[in-house]
């Protein structure tokens, strides 16, 4: 949120100075559309959703005048969120992680942590229609370099913690967490648990390997928020979202933590650490 504040900044938007924000929160699917249909009964004059693609979808489905700016991984032009990335039409912008994109990049490189993996494990949120899309990417990365696939779903704490239990069961060399907003809340909970079981685990975002997970590849995010901000303070000022091509990340960041690696037995190649932007010791 610091960086979303610091791109409202940039275009000269201080809270509480000459703007208000409603901060809303809701982790059931099934509720977004209500929550985006108060907002528009609220008469905001542009609707951030800081979350996922069924975010983005509510947001749009509830209205066609009021600015919808999402922040979201998945592809808005796949996921019928926007028609085009580079002319949005309608009333919807934003920006994008790619985060769908990287799978084969976060999968090659646990594969490089353990060579000898036959199996990995892939944790997805089936209630996000848009992750469950993306399994195929994972299947197809995975036949490429020889590796099965356990696929897993969880939508509750509850559900991740069974998640591991058949994963341990089926013996999956490793884990590779779908990029979901609720994963992100369930943050310390999927790190515990890796570390509790001894699962090198590839994360979607840094937050997690900051915590003691393994590893993980994704856009700045400080930037992309940042970038959201921005474009929600140029919406403010009197911009239309159908003039505003959605946001593509330029950088990527790879983020590795040696202790947790050490305490998993492994050894990083050098090429890992080369390659990386940040390695905790």
């Given at each position: 949120?610091?960086?979303?504040?610091?791109?409202?900044?940039?275009?000269?938007?201080?809270?509480?100075?000459?703007?208000?924000?409603?901060?809303?929160?809701?982790?059931?699917?099934?509720?977004?559309?209500?929550?985006?249909?108060?907002?528009?009964?609220?008469?905001?004059?542009?609707?951030?959703?800081?979350?996922?693609?069924?975010?983005?979808?509510?947001a749009?489905?509830?209205?066609?005048?009021?600015?919808?700016?999402?922040?979201?991984?998945?592809?808005?032009?796949?996921?019928?969120?926007?028609?085009?990335?580079?002319?949005?039409?309608?009333?919807?912008?934003?920006?994008t992680?790619?985060?769908?994109?990287?799978?084969?990049k976060?999968?090659?490189?646990?594969?490089?942590?353990?060579?000898?993996?036959?199996?990995?494990?892939?944790?997805?949120?089936?209630?996000?229609?848009?992750?469950?899309?993306?399994?195929?990417?994972?299947?197809?990365?995975?036949?490429?370099?020889?590796?099965?696939?356990?696929?897993?779903?969880?939508?509750?704490?509850?559900?991740?913690?069974?998640?591991?239990?058949?994963l341990?069961?089926?013996?999956?060399?490793?884990?590779?967490?779908?990029?979901?907003?609720?994963?992100?809340?369930?943050?310390?909970?999927?790190?515990?648990?890796?570390?509790?079981?001894?699962?090198?685990?590839?994360?979607?975002?840094?937050?997690?390997?900051?915590?003691?997970g393994?590893?993980s590849?994704?856009?700045?995010?400080?930037?992309?928020?940042?970038?959201?901000?921005?474009?929600?303070?140029?919406?403010l000022?009197?911009?239309?979202?159908?003039?505003?091509?959605?946001?593509?990340?330029?950088?990527?960041?790879?983020?590795?933590?040696?202790?947790?690696?050490?305490?998993?037995?492994?050894?990083?190649?050098?090429?890992?650490?080369?390659?990386?932007?940040?390695?905790?010791?």
């Open positions: 949120m610091g960086a979303f504040h610091r791109g409202l900044g940039e275009v000269g938007y201080v809270e509480g100075r000459n703007v208000a924000i409603e901060y809303v929160a809701e982790d059931r699917v099934d509720q977004l559309a209500s929550l985006a249909a108060d907002l528009v009964r609220r008469d905001v004059t542009v609707i951030a959703v800081a979350s996922s693609v069924p975010a983005a979808l509510a749009k489905g509830a209205t066609r005048s009021t600015p919808v700016v999402f922040l979201m991984g998945g592809d808005a032009v796949e996921n019928g969120v926007v028609t085009s990335l580079s002319r949005p039409g309608g009333n919807v912008t934003g920006v992680t790619l985060s769908g994109d990287l799978f084969e976060r999968l090659g490189l646990l594969r490089e942590l353990v060579p000898a993996a036959g199996s990995i494990a892939y944790l997805a949120n089936p209630s996000n229609s848009a992750l469950a899309k993306l399994a195929w990417r994972v299947r197809a990365a995975a036949r490429a370099l020889g590796i099965d696939v356990l696929e897993l779903n969880a939508t509750s704490a509850v559900e991740i913690r069974e998640s591991f239990t058949v341990v069961q089926r013996r999956a060399a490793a884990l590779l967490v779908g990029p979901d907003p609720f994963f992100g809340a369930q943050r310390e909970l999927l790190v515990a648990l890796a570390a509790q079981h001894a699962v090198p685990t590839s994360y979607f975002r840094r937050e997690f390997v900051e915590l003691g393994l590893l590849y994704s856009a700045d995010f400080i930037d992309t928020y940042r970038q959201f901000g921005v474009y929600v303070g140029r919406i000022k009197g911009e239309k979202p159908s003039d505003l091509p959605v946001v593509q990340p330029t950088k990527f960041e790879l983020v590795i933590n040696l202790k947790t690696a050490k305490s998993l037995g492994l050894t990083v190649p050098q090429s890992i650490l080369l390659r990386a932007d940040e390695v905790i010791e």
